[in-house]
């Protein structure tokens, strides 16, 4: 059959269609997308200002929800060690992550930490995989409202003296994927802008204005001046235990 122009302009046009889904299947990658969500917390007698923290993932152009409500809470003085957000939501699934960024200024210690941390992918993807064959996949609320989702939570802890932790957490089990110690760092005056371009010492002093009172007496005190957070537990387990039991009934 011999093709006239017309025809073979259409079939081009196909062609390009069809390789353009295929593109955008692989490099969406759906088979690699699971739903979890992400929580900040800081003891509550080591209070931080945390500036940014984020996930960074394998696709750069893309961005998560991150931890923006439990920011909030940890930057309102109201965090405490290892808790998670209080109610959790989810968007679309997601590509595991592949490192955490994140910015902040320690009260206590009047030290500044800037760093990204390399997240083991592998570990995740092993411990996503073990979860669903045990049936131990957390159920998330959706934002679109449709039915729950079914995956796990990050959750980091940022505790005294640059010590941090990253957890992941489904029913019965917390696992811990990384703990290191931070670094102080010299800040850039970029890293430093709160409004208007600021000093070290003005930037936190500003940061730290609004901070309760009873945080500031309590540490006065000398409440937990020689503790050790990234050595204590969570109590994850012990807390949820009774719920997760209920739900198995």
Known sequence: MKLNLVNKIYIGIAIVLVLGIVWRVFSYKAWDRHYFFASVSAPYTYPIYLRDIYFIYPNEDEFGDGFSYTKEEVNNFKSSWGAEYYSPRVNDPMQFPKQLALQYVSYRDKKFYKDTLDL??????????????????????????????????????????????????????????????????????????????????????????????????????????????????????????????????
């Open 120 to 249: 083991p992918r592998q570990t995740i993807e092993n411990i996503f995989k073990e979860a669903k064959a045990k049936n131990q996949l957390l159920s998330i609320s959706s934002n679109t409202g449709l039915n729950e989702r079914q995956g796990l939570n990050f959750v980091v802890g940022i505790a005294n003296d640059g010590d941090l932790v990253v957890w992941l957490r489904g029913m019965f089990f917390e696992k811990v994927l990384l703990k290191t110690k931070l670094k102080p760092k010299q800040l850039s005056p970029e890293d430093l802008y709160h409004g208007k371009k600021m000093g070290k010492e003005e930037y936190y002093r500003t940061v730290f204005e609004y901070m309760p009172d009873t945080i500031k007496n309590l540490i006065n005190s000398g409440v937990d001046a020689n503790a050790k957070y990234i050595d204590s537990p969570t109590h994850y387990i012990e807390k949820n235990n009774e719920y997760w039991e209920s739900q198995k009934r």
